[in-house]
């Protein structure tokens, strides 16, 4: 799924000309803790947020103001909507920028959004566990890893593999699990070596927080 598919059209924002009682008045009536600033031209120039509004000068306009920077904040509409999580990894983020290739505004995508599409893509509604592990890339073979699995009355429902960035001979597997309770799993992978670098299960995802969401998709290399 691209972003494109998730994209609200309806995009509330501010301009550098405007003043910080502006953009509170804005953030209140919708209830956001960010807005996407734009320049006279309609070019994406950054993130506002409450805190930068909040400690604004009486006599200050939104250019005078700190922003998150753009590059870390937006994604293009084409782009696998992966890279809303990404981007929103960077700060606390609720909404992010979607530019064209002028790098113009064309909307927003709220972060949840994305958040419920990865939970359902990585078959995450039923019940079940994600199992991450980190290996040498010489060392990885799908059909060890599920005999295994199936050893312990289970089968893998999903798999995604990545190459470690901080290590191009390192491997980092994702591996799905039909059942909630993989510790008997998690024993018998490590028994033969395997790293277990965490593991998560369907009731946590579906409310995940903040960190445990940074861990996931740093090993979801996504």
Known sequence: MIVESLLHIATP?????????AARQLMDELKMEQLPVVDAEGQYVGMLTRKAVEEAGASATIEDLPLLPPQD???YSSQHFYN???QANNYDLQWIAVVDEEQKLVGLVRVQDAIKQFISSYAMQEKGAIILLS????????????RLVEENNAKIISVNVGVDEKDPQQLLVTIKIDKPDVSRIV????RFNYHVVATFHSAELAQIDRSRLELLLRYLDI
Request: proline residues 6%; charged residues 20%.
């Open 13 to 21: 924002h501010v301009k550098l000309q405007d003043s910080p009682q």
């Open 73 to 75: 904040t937006s994604v």
């Open 84 to 86: 809303v999580l990404r």
């Open 135 to 146: 290996m040498p890339a010489r060392d990885y073979s799908l059909s060890h890893i599920s």
């Open 187 to 190: 024993a018998t992978l490590e």
